[in-house]
Structure formats: structure tokens, C-alpha cells
């Protein structure tokens, strides 16, 4: 399976196809033409599907709001919520889901989303209220895009040091997430390691992630139009 990801992004690359979906994408970014260095453009086009990338480089525009937000309280989950008003992106819930589920049938439960989407008005208000310098400004959180969650569980210790994190980090690119913020590559992430945080690209990119040791502005950079 591995190798076989490994030869489609390789072929990909190489005849430098574009994936369809950049219209919806647009849309959502208030029409902005994708691209990798422009200030509000945050959807890259790559060889295997276009991508959001959204960091203080590529902010999302004001205004942004994602397009089918599902209430994870009122759903079937596999997993427990900290609190009963988190929010996720529908494609990122289903991937979720199943992730989760699958987890459980490994024999590692006890999975609790701690945060899901956030408004831009929730995420000025982290970023006006935080006193170590931690929290992104508004637009360059990756919560506002519907696609990530911070998840933790039970523990004497931190999550790095669970089952769970351990599970996390083996599997989550089966089902199209990423350790967003992997430890040591600060200096291309510009976020500090955090284990509790996933972001969701779909499984083809995750994959190619996985395979090179990527973060996510390293997938685009190299593999951008």
C-alpha cells in the first residue's frame, strides 16, 4: 500500500495533474485565485488535489466560514467530547469517525475532542486572551477552517506519552489526517510540537505526507503549481 502511494504521487508529479474541487475551494476563500505566496490565498493547487494551507503566511480571508459544519454532540461518534458544542467540517467528522472506530476495534479507546472548529470571533478572543504568545492570530488558526481538532485522553502524564498518541501517529494518515505540528520542525510549521493536534487533508495527501516525512507547507512547497 505504501509503495503504491509512493508510485501514484511519483506519476503525479511527474505528469503535473491537478485535481478538481479548486471552484468549491474558491468559493469559500471569497473568490480568491489559488497560489502559495498570496496573502489570503490559501488554497494550493498539487499534482494529486488542491489543499488548504493556513499559517501566518497564508491566512484565511475575513469572513470565512466553512460549508457544511456538523454538531458533533447530536451525532453517533466513536470518540467522547470535552465539551457539547464542538464543531467539525463533515468530511473531517466522517474521517474521524471511522478512525476512532477503528482505534477501538485495535483496543485503544477513550479518545476526547477538545476543540473543533472555532468562529473567527472565538479565535480573536483566544489570540487577545493569551499570555504566553501561544495562540495564533485570527485567520491563521487552522480550527477556523473545520478541518482539525486537539484531542487528548485520560492520563497521569501528557497525551504524547498515551496509547492513544501512539495509535494517532502510526495510523492517522489511513484515514487522511496528519500530526500537523510534528516535534522539531518548528522552524517550518512556525507552531511549537503538538501532539494533540490533527489536521485533515484526505488520505492520498496524508499518505504522500507520511511517506516523505512532510509537513503540510512542505507537501505544497514541493509539490504546488
Not at 487552522?142 to 495510523?171: C, M, N, P
Request: proline share 4%; glycine share 10%.
Amino acid at each position: 500500500m505504501r509503495a503504491f502511494f509512493k508510485l501514484l504521487f511519483a506519476l503525479a508529479l511527474a505528469a503535473g495533474l491537478l485535481a478538481v474541487g479548486n471552484r468549491l475551494l474558491e468559493a469559500r476563500a471569497g473568490g480568491a485565485r489559488p497560489g502559495r505566496e498570496s496573502a489570503s490565498a490559501v488554497i494550493t493547487q498539487t499534482p494529486l488535489q488542491d489543499v488548504l494551507l493556513v499559517n501566518a503566511s497564508h491566512p484565511l480571508p475575513e469572513g470565512y466560514t466553512p460549508d457544511d459544519l456538523v454538531e458533533l454532540y447530536g451525532e453517533k461518534r466513536s470518540f467522547q467530547l470535552a465539551e457539547s458544542d464542538i464543531r467539525l467540517e463533515r468530511s473531517a467528522f466522517e474521517a474521524a469517525n471511522r478512525m476512532f472506530r477503528q482505534a477501538k476495534k485495535d483496543g485503544v479507546d477513550g479518545f476526547i475532542l477538545s476543540s473543533g472548529y472555532r468562529t473567527e470571533a472565538e479565535q480573536r478572543a483566544l489570540y487577545e486572551a493569551d499570555k504566553e504568545g501561544t495562540a495564533a492570530e485570527p485567520g491563521a488558526s487552522e480550527h477556523q477552517t473545520g478541518l482539525a481538532f486537539d484531542v487528548t485522553a485520560y492520563s497521569d502524564g501528557g497525551f504524547k506519552d498515551t496509547d492513544q498518541f501512539r495509535w494517532l501517529k502510526a495510523h492517522c494518515w489511513d484515514f487522511g489526517f496528519i500530526l500537523r505540528y510534528p516535534e522539531g520542525r518548528e522552524d517550518v510549521t512556525g507552531i511549537p510540537y503538538e501532539p494533540w493536534h490533527y489536521r485533515y487533508v484526505g488520505e492520498t495527501i496524508a499518505a504522500a505526507i507520511h511517506e516523505n516525512g512532510w509537513t503540510l507547507e512542505e507537501y505544497c512547497e514541493r509539490s504546488g503549481g
